[in-house]
């Protein structure tokens, strides 16, 4: 799958260095575990999860982005499954030298894209915690729109889950409308 400036492949066994690489930012994971990832838990977890993904749910997965010209690893865009089988879920995860570009709003775009023509989803969505404001800014450039605000409880919550968790979404038919304006 292409974009204009990224192409996106399936991760293999070669890649721990790649996952271990983004994972090792805490920037990066700062909303999401608040920690860095051990190189132990990529190949234990991490990988074999994303594998499993491509053969139990086919056109689904997490997918390797790299820049088209030159072919640098930029992070990883995201289709998963949910317990509706005509909605997916979009992420997204970039190091950080790859942020303030653009790519992650042209990656989820494609997503977006692939959901609806490929895959024939009814509906897109995206969720992350209300304090990641960069994250919900791509949601938001990628015509997602804001969905519902929950409270979840974590053994160990992460700074910010007081303001709780939110999910935008689009559906194809507003998805189709954006297409033809
Ligand atoms: C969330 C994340 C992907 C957002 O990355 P991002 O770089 O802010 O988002 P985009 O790639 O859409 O880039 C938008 C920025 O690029 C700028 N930009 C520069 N060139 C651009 C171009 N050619 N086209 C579009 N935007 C461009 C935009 O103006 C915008 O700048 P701003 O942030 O100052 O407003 C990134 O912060 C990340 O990986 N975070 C860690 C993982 C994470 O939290 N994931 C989400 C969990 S659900």
Redesign the pocket.
Known sequence: MESG?LGLRRFTGADVGLLVGLDSDV??????TGRVTSREEVVGVVLPGMLRVYDEHPGLGTFAAEEKDGGAFV?WFGLQPTDDATTVDV??????K???????????RMLIEYAFTELGMERVV????AV?H??R??MR??GMRFARLWHEHFDEPLPGTEFGEVEYAIDRRTWEAGRRA
Do not use: I, P, Q
């Open positions: 400036r920037e990066v994971m700062r909303f999401l992070g992420g997204y995860r970039l190091n950080r790859s942020w303030g570009k653009g790519y992650a709003t042209e990656g989820t995206a969720d992350t915690m990641n960069r994250s800014a791509v450039r990628s």
